[in-house]
């Protein structure tokens, strides 16, 4: 396994991404790069400018009235709702201000909002933030749960995606696929890194890395 290096975002030279190969396993894939988002995530002022560039994606017409916070992305989810007010997207809530909310997630991955959460699912227009977006099975399981509980996507956002789009919905990404070199992903039945003997580094997720 090499060594973690850096990687920067065009849209803004202050952003970078920290980028491990190797062998990782994730929930839904295998993939050659752990991406290390701590402290996109946890830090004021990454996370800032990482909201600073997904709010630039959205325009006046959008309506948001929740963002629907994965991958522990709510620090970035608070700055995102401050810029996308300011810069006029509409929220159709009585205080006219956006809620923060994410799902809890139970043993077999299913997305769960509780009773007392679920007043800013309903006929609510919602953003979707995450972390990373791999092969997007999670999003459309996040999906797929929203429109359970009666929401109404309104877009995507990610730190990372590897996808432009699921289900017919455009993915607004900081970093995608093509700022990595040699990126791939593949389905756990069908590694080509597994054939050919090479060792698993580590289980990531979006919390993180656990190296085996």
């Given amino acids: 396994m090499e ?5 920067y975002s065009d849209r803004d ?3 970078h991404l920290k980028i491990l190969p190797g062998h990782f396993v994730t929930t839904q894939s295998h993939v050659t790069h752990y991406l290390d988002m701590t402290t996109n995530k946890s830090r004021c002022s990454e996370a800032q400018r990482i ?11 959008t309506l948001i009235d929740s963002i629907v ?6 620090v970035i989810g608070s700055f995102l709702s401050e810029k996308l007010t300011r810069s006029g997207v509409i929220s159709m809530n009585a205080h006219h201000t956006m809620y923060i909310v994410s799902p ?17 699912i309903r ?8 972390g990373s977006i791999t092969t997007g099975n999670t999003l459309t399981n996040t999906i797929n749960s929203l429109l359970y509980y009666g929401g109404h996507i309104t877009g995507v956002a990610a730190i990372f995606s590897a996808v432009s ?8 990404s900081v970093f995608s696929g093509k700022d990595i070199p040699g990126y791939m992903t593949y389905s756990s039945h ?4 597994c054939k050919r003997g090479v060792k698993v580094d580590g289980i990531v997720s979006g919390f993180g890395y656990s190296k085996l």
């Fill in 190 to 193: 069908n590694c080509p890194l």
């Fill in 165 to 172: 789009k699921v289900a017919d919905m455009p993915i607004h």
């Fill in 123 to 130: 006929d609510k227009n919602i953003l979707i933030l995450a």
């Fill in 69 to 74: 916070c994965l991958d522990s992305t709510e």
């Fill in 51 to 61: 909201a600073d560039v997904l709010a630039s994606a959205y325009g006046s017409s």
């Fill in 104 to 120: 809890e997630i139970v043993q077999n991955g299913q997305l769960v909002f509780r009773d007392n959460n679920q007043f800013m």
């Fill in 13 to 15: 030279e202050q952003i």
């Fill in 3 to 7: 060594s973690m290096h850096k990687i």
